[in-house]
């Protein structure tokens, strides 16, 4: 692959990133207010941290992405959309989890008032 098609590849995953995003924040953040609905509920729910309700989700698309490659082992191959699919979901996730990362960072170094 050359210079030129590997940065028709990152553009055109920059874009699909910041439009899935943009769909599934109207889908799942509760009023537009919490981006990280789901996560938060999720830790509620499993009785552990945001980060790790998260990457649970995420467990579910790295298995799909490694059978994607262990299939490539055997010659199969999968088609263009799930290459996008499966490999955005990915991505997209990992950009959740830096999200709530720096949620966290921010909660951290706000000033804590002794009242």
Known sequence: MNTSEFDLVLHARLQKIEEVLSIKAREYAKGNEDRLHNFNVASRMSNQSREKA??????????????????TQQGKFPNRETIDEKIGDCINYFVLLEACLVDRLKEQEEPKLPF
């Open 54 to 71: 998260l990457w649970g989700f995420l467990l579910k698309h790295l298995v799909s992405v490694t059978d994607i490659i262990n299939a």
